[in-house]
């Protein structure tokens, strides 16, 4: 079984910052592309960024220049460094990642995801 955990979210003033942290854990063979996706009420989940296993990234255009993605394979772990936050960046944030288990296909796994709210 694997689990992915999100932390970092919060509170911010517009113009403000936070980091967002999503660790996976279990049976874990091999990780390929990790991402961050959000959820804002009445709207679709959108992919706000995503990076390879290689460390190739692509963002969606609203947050180009303002968030950058990470990733540390040592520690099955996936960053987003959200800057110049604004009020439309209000939502659930939610980690998505596809790994490779012993024994298993490569399958997508989903965290419970972090609120990140901006207040104007």
């Known amino acids: 079984q694997v689990q992915l955990v999100e932390s970092g979210g919060g509170f911010v003033q517009a113009g403000g910052s936070l980091r967002l942290s999503c660790a996976a854990s279990?049976?874990?063979?091999?990780?390929?592309?990790m991402g961050w996706y959000r959820q804002a009420p009445g709207k679709q989940r959108e992919l706000v960024a995503a990076i390879t296993g290689g460390g190739r990234t692509n963002y969606v255009d609203s947050v180009k220049g303002r968030f950058t993605i990470s990733r540390d394979n040592a520690k099955n772990t996936v960053y987003l460094q959200m800057s110049s936050l604004k009020p439309e960046d209000t939502a659930i944030y939610l980690c998505n990642a596809d790994i490779r288990s012993t024994g298993w296909r490569p399958r997508d796994y989903w965290g419970l995801g972090t609120q990140v709210t901006v207040s104007s």
């Open positions: 279990g049976n874990i063979f091999s990780i390929n592309t």
